[in-house]
């Protein structure tokens, strides 16, 4: 999940070649096609969001080769960052040492064909829960959760837990789905960035 203001980097980790197709989801049934960036083994090339679009959105890529890649963003000399490998999983886990500020959750559903139902829990340091949301993701779509220090009270000062299941009605074991944790005080000393 990305704003116009963070830039993309791709990188080439095949032995041939790569084409990568970049397309963004900016609402539900809604994709855009970006670019098909050109890159050869061992190179990199960046590609600025906000060249594509004008608002907030999913970013999806598909290469011929294995690649990696890094969404960046640089905001009054701090850098933030996180990286996707293109995996995921039906049970995700991230420890925060505390909640300073609002966290976005954007989860994406990497399959054409099944929707997700996923279930996010935050529970403190004892293991219990304290929040729990549940919404639909659709193929190829993405949905953001949010969760705020408010919501959590006194707890958000605390050791943290999040985690994330997918269920799949008629899938055993459930289908991966991909999640990213950002805080909305990114750029900020002490920022969360974190990819599942």
């Known amino acids: ?90 049970l995700q886990h991230l420890v925060l040492p505390r909640l300073g500020s609002a966290l976005r959750v954007y989860v994406q559903d990497p399959w054409r064909t099944v929707a997700a139902t996923v279930h996010l829990r935050v529970r403190d340091g004892d293991g219990a829960d304290l929040l729990h949301r549940e919404v639909q993701v659709a193929p190829h779509e993405t949905v953001l959760l949010r969760v705020t220090p408010e919501e959590l009270g006194a707890a958000a000062d605390g050791p943290l837990s999040l985690v994330l299941e997918s269920t799949r009605e008629g899938l055993n074991p459930p289908a991966s789905v991909i999640a990213v944790a950002l805080s909305e005080a990114v750029g900020d000393a002490g920022a969360i960035g974190a990819a599942w």
């Not at 679009?53 to 890529?61: E, H, S, Y």
């Open 1 to 90: 999940w990305v704003e116009p203001d963070w830039t993309l980097q791709v990188q080439n980790l095949g032995l041939g070649c790569a084409q990568a197709e970049v397309w963004f989801s900016v609402a539900p049934g809604e994709a855009k096609t970006c670019e098909v960036l050109s890159i050869a083994p061992g190179d990199a090339r960046s590609l600025r969001v906000g060249d594509c679009v004008d608002r907030a959105a999913g970013a999806w890529i598909r290469a011929s080769q294995p690649v990696a890649v890094v969404a960046r963003l640089a905001r009054d000399g701090h850098w933030a960052s996180y990286s996707g490998q293109g995996g995921g999983g039906s």
